[in-house]
C-alpha cells in the first residue's frame, strides 16, 4: 500500500499524463457522518479532478444487516447525494451510480466468487466485527451467503470500473486486501483484465464516535451528521465524554483518549491553537465547557458552508434526479465495457454463436 500524499499523488497523476480510476462508495443506510468525510469523502473531493472518480451508492450492501429497512433505502439514496454535493462533489467530475442499477455488478460478482475459499471469507477481520456488531458469527452457520460474500460484492464494485485507487476507512483494508487477491488470480486463471486497487488511508482513517468508544457509525447512535443543524451539534459536542479522571475545571486533565482532542485534531486547522489548548487542558487552565464551546465553533465553521450548499440543492430535485440517472448510465456503460473484457477471457463470450454464418 502507498503512502503518498495528496499533492504528491495530484502531481504524480499530472505528470503521467493519464487520469487512473478511483472507486468508493457508502452504503444508503442513513445521512453521511463526520468519520465519512475525514475518512474517505474529503480525499473523493481532492482528488476528483485528476482522476476518473466513481462513487458507488452500494444498496445491495445495506441488506447485509438491514433487511427490514429496505423501504427506506430510496429515501436515503437523495440524501446520501445531497451529502455529496453538499460537500464538494462535482458530478461533472465525479460518476455518483446507484449499485443494484448496474447489472454488470452482479455478473462479476459471480464470477469473482469461484475465485475465493468461505474459510478465507470468514477469517476477513471487518466481516468478523460487522457480524458480531449484530449478534452473528461468521465462524458458524448462523452468518447469511450474501453477508459472508459481501467483500466479494465489494471487489466486483472496484474491479467493474478497473479502479487504481480506493479512498476510504481503516475498516475497508481487509477488504482492500481482498479485492487485490481476488483481481490477482482472476488474472493469473483467465488472463489480465485488472489493475490491482489501493487503499488510500486519510489522515484520519478511524474517527471515533461521541462516546470514544468505537469508531463513528450511522448504526451506532454515536454520529455528527454533516447535515446536522446546530442545536444537534451542540447537543451532541456537550455530551462527549472527555477525561472521566478530571472532577474540576483546575484539574491537570488528560489528552490521550479524550475524544474532543481527537476531533479538534481532526477539523480544527489551527493546529497552533489546538498545541495551546492541550497544554492549558494538561495543566488544568481550561473547563470541559470552554473547550467544548471551541469544538463547536470549529465543527460548525466547517458544517455551515456545506450545508448551505446542501440546502441549495435540495431546492432542485430535478437536478438530483438527473445526477443520478446520467451517473448509472454511465456506470453501466464503463460495466459493460469491462465486462466484455472478462466474458472473452473466461471464454463466454458467445456473440458468434448466436449470429448467422
Ligand atoms: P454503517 O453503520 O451502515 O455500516 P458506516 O457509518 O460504517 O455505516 P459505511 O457506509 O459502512 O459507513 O462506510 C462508508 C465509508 O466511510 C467507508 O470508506 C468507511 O471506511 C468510511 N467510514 C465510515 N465510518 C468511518 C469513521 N468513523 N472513520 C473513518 N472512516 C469511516
Ligand atoms: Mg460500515
Known amino acids: 500500500m502507498s503512502h503518498k500524499s495528496i499533492k504528491q499523488r495530484k502531481r504524480g497523476i499530472t505528470m503521467k499524463n493519464q487520469r487512473e480510476?478511483?472507486?468508493?462508495?457508502?452504503?444508503?443506510?442513513?445521512?453521511?457522518?463526520?468519520?465519512?468525510?475525514?475518512?474517505?469523502?474529503?480525499?473523493?473531493?481532492?482528488?476528483?479532478?485528476?482522476?476518473?472518480?466513481?462513487?458507488?451508492?452500494?444498496?445491495?450492501?445495506?441488506?447485509?444487516?438491514?433487511?427490514?429497512?429496505?423501504?427506506?433505502?430510496?429515501?436515503?439514496?437523495?440524501?446520501?447525494?445531497?451529502?455529496?454535493?453538499?460537500?464538494?462533489?462535482?458530478?461533472?467530475?465525479?460518476?455518483?451510480?446507484?449499485?443494484?442499477?448496474?447489472?454488470?455488478?452482479?455478473?462479476?460478482?459471480?464470477?469473482?466468487?469461484?475465485l475465493v475459499t468461505v474459510s478465507r471469507l470468514r477469517r476477513n477481520p471487518t466481516v468478523k466485527s460487522e457480524a458480531q456488531?449484530?449478534?452473528?458469527?461468521?465462524?458458524?452457520?448462523?452468518?447469511?451467503?450474501?453477508?459472508?460474500?459481501?467483500?466479494?460484492?465489494?471487489?466486483?464494485d472496484i474491479l467493474l470500473?478497473?479502479?487504481?485507487?480506493?479512498?476510504?476507512?481503516?475498516?475497508?483494508?481487509?477488504?482492500?486486501?481482498?479485492?487485490?487477491?481476488?483481481?490477482?488470480?482472476?488474472?493469473?486463471?483467465?488472463?489480465?483484465?485488472?489493475?490491482?486497487?489501493?487503499?488510500?488511508?486519510?489522515?484520519?482513517?478511524?474517527?471515533?464516535?461521541?462516546?470514544g468508544e468505537g469508531k463513528m457509525s450511522k448504526s451506532l447512535g454515536n454520529a455528527i451528521y454533516l447535515s446536522d443543524s446546530a442545536e444537534e451539534v451542540r447537543r451532541k459536542v456537550m455530551s462527549m465524554y472527555t477525561d472521566p479522571t478530571r472532577k474540576h475545571a483546575s484539574d491537570p486533565g488528560h489528552i490521550e483518549g479524550n475524544v474532543v482532542f481527537t476531533y479538534l485534531d481532526a477539523f480544527d486547522s489551527d493546529f497552533e491553537r489546538v498545541a495551546d489548548l492541550k497544554n492549558k487542558y494538561q495543566v488544568g487552565g481550561i473547563g470541559d465547557i470552554e473547550l467544548k464551546n471551541h469544538l463547536f465553533e470549529v465543527l460548525m465553521n466547517f458544517l455551515r458552508p456545506m450545508q448551505k450548499r446542501r440546502n441549495e440543492f435540495e431546492k432542485h430535485p430535478d437536478y438530483i434526479q438527473q445526477v443520478l440517472k446520467d451517473g448509472c448510465a454511465r456506470a453501466v456503460?464503463?460495466?459493460?465495457?469491462?465486462?466484455?473484457?472478462?466474458?472473452?477471457a473466461v471464454g463466454y463470450n458467445y456473440a458468434d454463436l448466436f449470429s448467422a454464418k
Open 21 to 114: 480510476t478511483i472507486l468508493t462508495g457508502d452504503r444508503p443506510t442513513g445521512k453521511l457522518h463526520l468519520g465519512h468525510y475525514v475518512g474517505s469523502l474529503k480525499n473523493r473531493v481532492a482528488l476528483q479532478d485528476v482522476y476518473n472518480t466513481f462513487i458507488i451508492i452500494a444498496d445491495f450492501q445495506v441488506l447485509i444487516d438491514h433487511l427490514e429497512d429496505s423501504h427506506k433505502v430510496k429515501t436515503n439514496i437523495k440524501e446520501i447525494t445531497l451529502d455529496y454535493l453538499g460537500a464538494g462533489i462535482d458530478p461533472a467530475q465525479t460518476t455518483i451510480f446507484i449499485q443494484s442499477v448496474v447489472p454488470q455488478l452482479a455478473e462479476l460478482t459471480v464470477y469473482l466468487s469461484m
Open 133 to 156: 456488531r449484530i449478534g452473528v458469527d461468521s465462524e458458524q452457520d448462523n452468518i447469511t451467503y450474501g453477508f459472508l460474500g459481501y467483500p466479494v460484492s465489494q471487489a466486483a
Open 161 to 211: 470500473f478497473r479502479a487504481h485507487c480506493v479512498p476510504a476507512g481503516e475498516d475497508q483494508r481487509p477488504h482492500i486486501e481482498q479485492t487485490r487477491e481476488l483481481a490477482n488470480r482472476f488474472n493469473k486463471v483467465f488472463g489480465k483484465v485488472f489493475p490491482l486497487p489501493e487503499l488510500l488511508i486519510s489522515e484520519t482513517p478511524r474517527l471515533p464516535g461521541i462516546f
Open 333 to 344: 456503460e464503463i460495466g459493460e465495457e469491462t465486462m466484455k473484457l472478462v466474458r472473452k
